[in-house]
């Protein structure tokens, strides 16, 4: 690890250049899958992940269902690669995201997809992967190398990569002006204070993330890196299911880091966090708007939906921060490795 800055930074860093890359050379892309769309328009949305891709996906699910009214279903790999299920999709689209597209069972399943009668469209960073050979449209992430272990650039290129779809289908002019705007947000991130939230996460045990909609797709990458890289156990719920039985668990200082954008869900939002505040809970949102707790005013792109995506930069920067505090080295987390092949 470098003395002054680790890989994961380095890289989190460069994803403002990253997504203006991938949205300038992929549009004939995001075209050609919008013409897809147009020529047969599917019931339904199939994907499949592992990790912080299968986050992209979740936040792909919730935009794309708010955007374009068709529901979008995650398929676990193992139906295909252990328990050698049959898919029936035919006239469907299955997409797989995937920064290496190189583990057995996302290839498997999207095989299972296209036999099943699926168009096959491969989301993916390395483009002469298997997964990428066998797709029938191959979206690239444009994200270069990724050497860290926790993935950042390649996870904001990945939700970039399917707004871009979400834009090109629904044909919404507000979420294309978002995506114009994306990389001058995120670039706008750079020298937030994140001292407050720092010192909360540095002295927590255990903490809660939580968002609602997109923002809930990032509440579980932000638990997923608060447990890779730091070693803090975290949990990720909705915000509205963090109403119910999750909130025995939140005494006097219990952490929690909260996606709060300001979109349709903000005003709700605002009314659990000051619940959980009465309770004693310490909380750390993110919002373009001013919030109570230690508060991370973040850049916005003009629309709420995909606002969740610059706070995801502000958090790699300030979970990065936490963990090389508590003496870990962020590039080299304990018992993981960069590519994991799952079966």
């Known amino acids: 690890m470098s003395e002054s800055q680790s890989l994961m930074l380095q890289e989190a860093q460069q994803s403002p250049e990253v997504v203006a890359t991938l949205l300038q050379k992929e549009q004939p892309v995001f075209d050609e899958i919008a ?6 328009a599917p019931s339904v949305v199939t994907t499949a992940a592992r990790g912080s891709s299968d986050h ?14 068709v529901p979008v279903a ?10 050698g299920a049959p898919l029936h999709l035919k006239g469907g689209i299955h997409f797989t995201v995937s920064q290496s597209g190189a583990s057995p069972d996302i290839v498997a399943l999207q095989d299972a997809a296209k036999r099943g009668g699926a168009t096959t469209i491969a989301v993916v960073n390395v483009t002469d992967s298997p997964l990428a050979r066998q797709a029938d ?15 950042t650039k390649s996870f904001i290129a990945s939700v970039a990569a399917l707004s871009g779809v979400t834009a090109a289908i629904g044909g919404k002019r507000d979420l294309h002006a978002a995506l114009d705007k994306l990389p ?22 255990s903490l809660y993330t939580a968002g ?28 509205a299911e963090l109403m119910h039985g999750p909130m025995r668990l939140v005494q006097p200082g219990f952490p929690i880091v909260a996606f709060t954008p300001d979109d349709p869900a903000y005003v709700n939002n605002v009314q659990a966090l000051e619940r959980l505040q009465k309770l004693g809970a310490t909380t750390v949102p993110f919002s373009t708007q001013p919030l109570s707790g230690a508060n991370l005013r973040v850049p916005s792109t003009g ?13 790699y920067r300030l979970i990065e921060s936490v963990t090389r505090r ?12 960069k590519v994991t092949e799952t079966v």
């Open 35 to 40: 013409k897809l769309f147009a020529s047969g």
């Open 56 to 69: 992209a996906a979740t936040f792909f699910k919730y935009l794309f269902e708010i955007t374009c009214g």
């Open 74 to 83: 995650s398929v676990g790999p193992s139906i295909a690669s252990v328990y």
């Open 137 to 151: 449209i191959v979206l690239n992430l444009n994200a270069g190398a990724e050497k860290s272990v926790a993935a």
């Open 184 to 205: 001058e947000a995120l670039l706008a991130t750079n020298g937030i204070d994140t001292a407050a939230a720092e010192d909360v996460l540095f002295n927590a045990t």
């Open 212 to 239: 609602r909609g997109p923002a809930f797709a990032i509440a579980l990458e932000a638990a997923l890196k608060a447990k890779e890289t730091a070693g803090l156990h975290a949990e990720a719920f909705s915000l």
């Open 303 to 315: 629309n709420g939906l995909l606002d969740p995506l610059v706070s995801l930069l502000v958090y």
């Open 326 to 337: 508590k003496g870990f080295d962020p590039d080299k987390p304990a018992n993981l490795l």
